[in-house]
């Protein structure tokens, strides 16, 4: 059996008492549907939950999942999560209700806690097909449980996690949370660039970009919250199933332009400077491209920074740390080489006595016009290219109409 007591602020004394026998998941907040209700205005109307869970050899135990605005205190330490000794302390919010939790080592005879075993689950499952828990936490993050190590760059590290429910019937919804590393927490420059990026996503809303969910800091640590893509990049996609015929690679780089040209009408216009076939994921929902990674946009008319640069994508100004829109053109040239290639674009990459560009005309069977329209897209001067995202893509659609 459970006893939760609360205590008086000052004096400490037992103000009001719950005895909860039998129960496995006990609920704490605001709301009268807890099984602890308790009216502070600094507690959430679900502030807490506490779990008890079997353990080896039979020895279970009580564990709580704090998810209250406020936070929730165990013995003195703020904490998400942790596991309950006997006559622990709890504190809701800085200044909130004080309750005491006891607990009897021997559950009732006469009943058992509905406590699920996750027995029956596929290797690979996230959530028990019981019980609708997680399988496995590897940590949990503000409010966020990580479920599973997505992706490690330069600047930042991606999880899988799930967002904890903050009402009764809630289902945990899947993200992806992104960690600065702790290389660049010291790093003034990553530090601007990961704010921006967050920046930047929260302001746009276009079915082609991950939607913004939450960005805090924890620790003194930057943390992005976004919406989770199900689908597979570009750069996978050729590498398992073989070069693109022509025209499936126009049809997605047409959508891919879509998204190039809603950031450059923003107000400046957003330059990605990151555009690439890893970057560029195949939905799978709708087959429709999605533009990810937003790490290195940056605005229009900034101050010359950070040169961000990819071998084979980059366009030459970029390389300098003097992005334009046209540059995000530019790597849509390069990813239609790969695409219908399957090798890094730096391979077709030459001096061949008018300065460094892409020469195509080893390969047989491209048509002439898409030729054409990659080497307007890549051409060495940013004058000399399409100048906007739409003239690209109509220069595209009409590789599309020609026999």
């Not at 006990?26 to 506490?50: M, Q, T």
């Not at 992706?151 to 600065?180: A, D, S, W």
């Not at 709708?286 to 101050?303: L, N, P, R, S």
Request: charged fraction near 20%.
């Amino acid at each position: 059996m459970v006893t939760i007591t609360l205590l008086h602020p000052r004096q400490k004394t037992p103000v009001k008492q719950w005895h909860l026998k039998a129960k496995a998941r006990i609920r704490i907040g605001r709301s009268p549907d807890n099984d602890v209700c308790l009216s502070d205005i600094l507690v959430s109307r679900y502030h807490l939950e506490l779990h008890y869970r079997e353990g080896t050899l039979g020895q279970g135990g009580w564990y709580l999942q704090s998810r209250g605005i406020n936070g929730t205190f165990l013995n003195g330490k703020l904490v998400s999560q942790g596991r309950l000794t006997d006559n622990s302390v709890l504190q809701l919010g800085p200044s909130g209700p004080i309750l005491k939790f006891e607990f009897s080592a021997e559950l009732d005879a006469d009943t058992t806690p509905d406590v699920c075993t996750h027995a029956g689950n596929f290797p690979g499952n996230l959530f028990c097909i019981h019980c609708g828990e997680p399988l496995q936490v590897l940590r949990t993050i503000h409010t966020y449980q990580v479920l599973r190590l997505l992706g490690h760059g330069g600047m930042g590290t991606t999880f899988l996690v799930c967002t904890t429910p903050t009402q009764v019937g809630e289902q945990p919804q899947l993200r992806v949370l992104k960690e600065i590393n702790a290389a660049m927490e010291e790093v003034p420059k990553a530090q601007e660039l990961f704010e921006r990026e967050a920046r930047i996503l929260k302001s746009l809303n276009h079915k082609g970009i991950p939607r913004f969910y939450d960005y805090f800091m924890e620790e003194q640590k930057q943390y992005l919250v976004m919406e989770l893509i199900h689908g597979q990049d570009l750069d996978k996609w050729v590498l398992q199933r073989g070069v693109l015929a022509a025209e499936q690679a126009i049809v997605w780089m047409l959508q891919a332009c879509e998204v190039l040209d809603y950031l450059h009408q923003q107000h400046p216009p957003v330059i990605h400077r990151d555009l690439k076939p890893s970057n560029l994921l195949l939905r799978s929902r709708d087959q429709q491209i999605v533009v990810i990674d937003f790490g290195a946009v940056k605005e229009a008319g900034e101050a010359p920074g950070t040169r961000i640069s990819v071998e084979g994508y980059s366009a030459p100004e970029q390389s300098l740390g003097h992005p334009l829109i046209q540059s995000d053109l530019y790597a849509i040239g390069a990813t239609l080489i790969f695409l219908l290639t399957g090798q890094n674009p730096i391979k077709f990459y030459r001096n061949r006595g008018q300065g460094y560009r892409f020469h195509l005309e080893e390969l047989p069977g491209l048509p002439e016009s898409l030729k054409q329209v990659i080497a307007t897209a890549t051409a060495p001067r940013p004058a000399d290219r399409y100048q906007s995202a739409m003239e690209l893509a109509a220069a595209l659609k009409n590789c599309l109409s020609d026999p």
